[in-house]
């Protein structure tokens, strides 16, 4: 092993002998945008696109603030102050090839749990014009059932009556929007990276929602002065390991506490809507467009949808990861004439992706050795998932006269899934699912009544009204039951 540097700014000279660094002076770095949520996939994505822009283009103006909101944002915060911003990107390839490299567009970090004082300040400077978000569903504060504003949540009823001490998010934006507003600043955008359908429209409700009740004239500013970009993000980031601390310090004799590891796929797809300016991202690989639908659409029918057909079925055959399944010649096949047969025609249309080459990235991501996926996970809350990835498809498939049957077989082995709790083999499944007891009784009634389980409105809506989808579902559900033996059913539909 070799004697380890430990990364910091003074050290990068010593470090680029063994590691790609940052050739910008990142003391020339201004801070243009703040970030609240810095985790592995802000990392990964975000401050990597801002980084490659400060590299090839020199943005002096786009350096990253990174903010922690929570007390569980202290080690992240800890780390990166003791590492000047400074961490290790490493991507995983599919054959095995490894690129690591320093990144450096994170100039500061600050945390608002204690003192939200300097949160607010680094927001309301005249330099900050985008505050960006990945704060997790969790975060946005809705009802997930009725996708209204929470204000029952005790932190918000918090900051409603103590402005000047924010505690979530809602109250760190309104309170730096009023500084602004109130010194006579543009304001900032609001950029949502999270993974939820139209975050930008999501964030601005509930910023809205939560304004209105706290001050009304502020939320007409707001409301009028306020751009939220809606973004569609993609890039698997799996959560760091003690190997990968390992592997830096073994292979380039780098101490990095935090590094974070990704897939070699990114994308970032953009609503070109911003109240004071932006990045040149576009430069970098980041497509603007003047809307972001289409795009979510092709993720959720392709990428989340694929991930759910194979791993129901999977898990009904007993493969264990993703990339197992796609070892499978079977599912390669199957997958490959859902997307192409089922997903595709009912895409909007989408400027400048190529369809069948980011079809074939999708099996090259999922195929990834390096990137385990494991199909529990996948086969996870697919009660939430399946009504937006799948079902949503078949209903469209069945409206235009479409293909109905691949889609179909899953949710045929998802009702033996939910019934057996076990593969093809007699093996336990874990099923990890908040409908669980609901669907599991749902199924157990297929043997007396065999469209039960699709007779779930919340799930299945008016499917068990379609003559053609119950005589394929019907068909395809008695099959499964008779013999289990899911790659033969998959192959006869081939």
Not at 244 to 267: A, K, N, R, S
Not at 354 to 376: C, G, H, T
Not at 402 to 428: P, Q
């Amino acid at each position: 092993m070799k004697n380890t540097i430990p990364l910091n700014q003074k050290n990068l000279i010593q470090l680029g002998k063994f590691i790609t660094t940052p050739s910008f002076d990142r003391e020339n770095i201004k801070i243009g945008m703040v970030h609240v949520g810095v985790g592995g996939f802000h990392r990964a994505h975000q401050a990597y696109y801002t980084h490659k822009l400060q590299e090839e283009y020199k943005a002096t103006e786009w350096g990253i603030c990174g903010i922690g909101l929570r007390q569980g944002d202290q080690k992240i915060h800890d780390v990166l102050q003791k590492q000047d911003g400074l961490y290790t990107l490493i991507v995983k390839h599919p054959d095995g090839k490894i690129e690591s490299q320093i990144i450096g567009s994170i100039i500061d970090f600050k945390l608002g749990a204690n003192n939200p004082e300097p949160v607010i300040d680094i927001m309301s400077h005249p330099d900050t014009k985008i505050v960006s978000l990945t704060i997790t569903e969790g975060g946005y504060n809705f009802n997930p059932a009725t996708g209204e504003f929470d204000f029952e949540n005790s932190d918000i009823q918090f900051e409603l009556k103590n402005p000047n001490n924010p505690k979530t998010i809602y109250g760190f934006l309104t309170a730096a929007l009023k500084n602004r507003r109130d010194a006579g600043l543009p304001a900032f955008t609001i950029m949502s990276c999270d993974n939820i359908q139209h975050n930008g429209d999501v964030a601005r409700e509930m910023l809205l929602t939560f304004a209105k009740k706290q001050n009304e004239d502020l939320a007409k500013w707001i409301e009028k002065e306020v751009c939220f970009p809606n973004s569609m993000v993609d890039r698997i980031t799996p959560v760091t390991t003690q190997s990968d601390i390992d592997y830096l310090q073994d292979t380039f004799g780098l101490q990095d506490e935090w590094p974070v590891t990704c897939e070699p796929f990114i994308q970032w797809v953009i609503e070109d809507n911003f109240s004071n300016g932006r990045p040149e991202f576009e430069k970098v690989g980041v497509q603007f467009v003047p809307d972001v639908k289409p795009y979510e659409k092709m993720k959720l029918r392709l990428l989340n949808a694929g991930h759910s057909v194979l791993g129901i079925l999977g898990a009904i055959h007993g493969h264990k990861t993703i990339n197992a399944c796609i070892e499978d010649e079977t599912f390669i096949a199957y997958l490959r004439v859902f997307m192409d047969k089922e997903a595709t025609p009912i895409l909007d249309k989408l400027e400048g992706i190529d369809l069948n080459a980011y079809k074939d990235s999708l099996q090259e991501r999922f195929a990834n050795p390096n990137i385990k996926d494991s199909v529990s996970r996948i086969c996870s809350e697919s009660s939430a998932k399946l009504p937006k990835f799948l079902i949503a498809t078949i209903e469209e498939n069945l409206n235009s006269g479409g293909s109905i049957e691949f889609g179909t077989l899953v949710i045929a082995a998802w009702c033996y899934y939910s019934d057996k709790g076990v593969d093809k083999n007699g093996h336990s499944i874990e099923i990890i699912d908040a409908m669980q007891v609901e669907l599991q009784n749902a199924a157990k009634q297929t043997k007396t009544d065999p469209l039960a389980f699709i007779r779930q409105e919340s799930l299945f809506g008016s499917l068990i009204n379609n003559e053609r989808f119950i005589n394929v579902y019907s068909d395809l559900v008695q099959k499964i039951y008779e013999d289990p033996d899911i790659k033969k059913l998959m192959q006869n539909i081939i």
